[in-house]
């Protein structure tokens, strides 16, 4: 098996998901003991944070390069960013080390497709869902991206800070994100992207009429499928 890296800790809640998901896919697959050989480098919060806010990219770019080479210098044939939004500096992270990124963009657009989705809505934080780091990415793959509208915006972002980041989960914010998404079906979404990789805690496929793609685990079974690839 190839050994992944894992760029983890942002926050720490789905960084345990990615562990459990890889290694749940890698057991199915091979049976026994057998689980993914990883290493994971898992970052403060807190210290990634302050660099969102702050708006000091470079210094967030910095630790997750960091991260990316301690992951390769311990072996690692492939590495991932545990987060949707810290791709915001994917691409500083892949010219930093020499094996590749396996960007969660890609890995949703390639889930996508095979489901036949051309049109996606998307939710997580501000920057993925204004910037174009991430919508640009899925729409090099031919996909179109609705997001939501500038109030619906700035609540789904605060309850991923305010909230999930920090392990809370309420039955308000569930109402409100099922609401959201209702509405970018209604603007032509066939599909919700779970751009955040905690909101898989608030938003379950059963919960809504349309597809879902949660990134965390689309990103996870991808790596999965990397560590058993021959």
């Not at 301690?70 to 500083?92: F, P, Y």
């Not at 991206?145 to 609540?155: K, S």
């Amino acid at each position: 098996m190839r050994t992944i890296g894992l760029v983890g800790g942002m926050s720490w809640y789905s960084t345990a998901e990615y562990y459990r998901v890889i290694n749940t896919r890698v057991q199915e697959r091979l049976g026994g003991h057998a689980s993914a050989p990883l290493v994971l480098v898992s970052l403060d919060f807190a210290e990634i944070r302050a660099c969102q806010v702050s708006g000091d990219w470079e210094r967030a770019a910095e630790l997750l390069t960091d991260a990316a080479r301690r992951c390769e210098q311990a072996g690692a044939e492939s590495v991932l960013i545990c987060t949707n939004l810290m791709h915001r500096v994917a691409e500083a992270v892949q010219a930093s080390i020499e094996v590749p990124l396996l960007h969660i963009g890609d890995a949703i657009a390639a889930r996508a497709r095979s489901q036949g989705w051309h049109t996606l809505g998307l939710l997580g934080t501000r920057w993925v869902m204004e910037e174009d780091f991430y919508v640009d990415r899925l729409h090099d793959h031919g996909l179109d991206v609705v997001v939501p509208g500038t109030d619906d915006r700035a609540e789904v972002d605060r309850v991923i800070f305010d909230e999930l980041t920090q392990g809370l989960v309420t039955p308000t914010s569930r109402e409100r994100y099922l609401r959201v998404v209702a509405d970018l079906a209604a603007r032509g979404a066939q599909a919700v992207v779970l751009g955040c990789t905690e909101i898989e805690m608030l938003v379950s496929p059963d919960d809504v009429a349309i597809g879902v793609l949660d990134s965390m685990t689309v990103h996870a079974e991808a790596a999965a499928d990397l560590v058993l690839a021959r």
